[in-house]
């Protein structure tokens, strides 16, 4: 037999009939629905008089329009949101699958409570109809959005009609120097391979520095795969993702945590797998980065200056040139010299709980810059109530952050959180599309420890400059 990718294997695991143009149905593991993608699709199920094929397999959550306002459990004020969360309640309801609703502590952004909720695990293949899905990929699980149509599919048959893409290999070899962090590598690999570098791919992620990370930091690597191009990211489970599922709700128990063990050990690339495009990165080189643009390949050393569109070829010039109008920039700034407005810590990138004790670790002795908006929201009500308890929340707020209840919030302007036009944002999400964070709101995408820095100077800042 010839050897194969960790991709290879759980494709092929899961493929339920293959029609002679190779289009396969696949047998899908996990779904998870929140209230933006999913509406038409409980609808379509209604109107052709279906009902899901297993609704124990699904999980469904509010998360993209909830606000992040403490008063909101008293019941929600903005009329959008409010109609969203119902009708998510309602079909969850009338479908007979479980929901975490906004009074839930297991409530937050569906990337963050999968993983949490032991409900990702390894080999499995997990969809939502949202393209960071990809983030569960960090637990060796094939894991990528599908749209609403797909979604309908996804509840009415636990399959999908899938093409298989090409496998491609980022191997990030070495160690990282201090003060680099997960979301330096991600942001560095697009930097290097661009937005559509891994276009018709599944990354694997490999190396020492990647298995060097958490598995809060391999999920911010997985979650930044869609920026890169790729279909979904993945990552081979070792011990330290056993360990993290380990004893999780939606975990396997007892003699079925042995077996699944064994089972998820299988779960790797063999050698002399064959990968249809390779890139090699050293660790040792990656610097703190932010982005200066308005793609999240527009990524730059923190030392580095505001490019000029002439820097560039081909397209990429005149979007340079676009680019740098939107965000208000001149070529040859320093970027350490860009004044910001906002401070947002949150997201499915970085909103758990090692990234919030990361800013208070950064945070320690410093106050947020008078005048600066700086919010913190976690990913969850379960990394909420984790950083209260362990002190640091009244920690982050003694230094002048908001402290927020879990959705998605500024990542997206599809709820009250959103930057002013002209404002300008340090921001720990995963995309910096113009009007991402609100109309003619300006982003710039970095780590949570260079966040926590821009905080305090109300700059971007190198964090290693700190004192
Ligand atoms: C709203 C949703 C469909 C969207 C996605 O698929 O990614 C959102 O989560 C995003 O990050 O832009
Ligand atoms: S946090 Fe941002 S990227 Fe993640 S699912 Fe929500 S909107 Fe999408």
């Not at 839930?104 to 993983?115: A, E, F, L």
């Not at 004044?339 to 410093?366: H, P, Q, Y």
């Not at 926590?452 to 700059?459: E, K, Q, V």
């Amino acid at each position: 037999m010839s050897p194969k990718t960790l991709y290879d294997k759980i494709w092929d695991e899961h493929v339920v009939h293959e029609a002679e143009d190779g289009t396969c149905l696949l047998y899908i593991d996990r779904h998870l629905v929140h209230e933006v993608t999913s509406p038409q699709a409980f609808e379509g199920l209604r109107m052709a008089g279906r009902t899901p094929r297993a609704p124990e397999k699904t999980i469904a959550v509010p998360d993209h329009n909830v606000p992040t306002d403490p008063t909101r459990v008293d019941g929600i004020k903005d009329e959008q949101s409010r109609i969203q969360v119902e009708a998510l309640r309602a079909n969850a309801k009338e479908f007979g699958i479980e929901m975490y609703d906004v009074d839930d502590n297991r409530q937050g952004i569906v990337h963050i409570i999968g993983p949490e909720q032991g409900w990702t695990q390894p080999g499995m293949t997990i969809v939502c109809g949202d393209s960071h899905t990809a983030t569960h990929g960090a637990f060796g699980a094939l894991a990528h959005g599908i749209g609403t149509s797909e979604v309908e599919h996804v509840l009415a048959t636990q399959t999908l009609i899938q093409q298989k893409s090409k496998n491609m290999l980022v191997k990030v070899e070495g160690t990282l120097p201090p003060g680099v962090t997960a979301k330096d590598i991600t942001l560095t690999i697009i930097g290097r391979t661009g937005t559509a570098g891994g276009t018709g791919h599944v990354i694997e992620y490999a190396g020492s520095a990647i298995r060097e990370l958490s598995m809060e930091g391999r999920m911010t690597v997985c979650n930044m795969a869609i920026e890169g191009g790729a279909r979904a990211g993945l990552i081979a489970p070792d011990e330290k993702t056993f360990e993290y599922v380990k004893g999780r709700p939606h975990a396997p128990k007892g003699a079925q945590w042995e077996m699944a063990v064994e089972y998820w050990k299988s779960m790797r690339s063999d050698e002399g797998a064959h990968y249809d495009k390779v890139v090699e990165i050293d660790a040792s080189e990656i610097t703190p980065v932010v982005t200066w643009g308005t793609s999240p390949e527009d990524v730059l050393p923190i030392d580095g200056s505001v490019p000029s569109p002439e820097d560039f070829q081909g397209g990429k010039v005149d979007a340079a040139r676009r680019a740098l109008e939107y965000m208000g920039l001149e070529p040859g700034t320093r970027l350490s010299d860009i004044e910001i407005d906002t401070v947002f810590i949150g997201s499915c990138t970085n909103g758990r709980i090692e990234d919030l004790r990361e800013v208070a670790r950064i945070m320690e002795g410093k106050k947020v810059k008078d005048g600066l908006r700086a919010m913190i929201v976690p990913g969850s009500g379960m990394v909420r109530l984790q950083a209260e308890e362990e002190g640091i929340a009244q920690k982050l707020q003694d230094a002048g952050f908001e402290w927020r209840m879990a959705g998605c919030s500024m990542c997206l302007g599809m709820n009250p959180d959103q930057l002013a036009p002209g404002e300008r944002c340090a921001s720990t999400s995963n995309r910096n599309f113009e009007g991402r964070q609100g109309y003619k709101g300006r982003t710039h995408l970095m780590s949570p420890a260079m966040a926590a820095a821009a905080a305090i100077t109300g700059r971007l800042t190198d964090v290693r400059d700190l004192a």
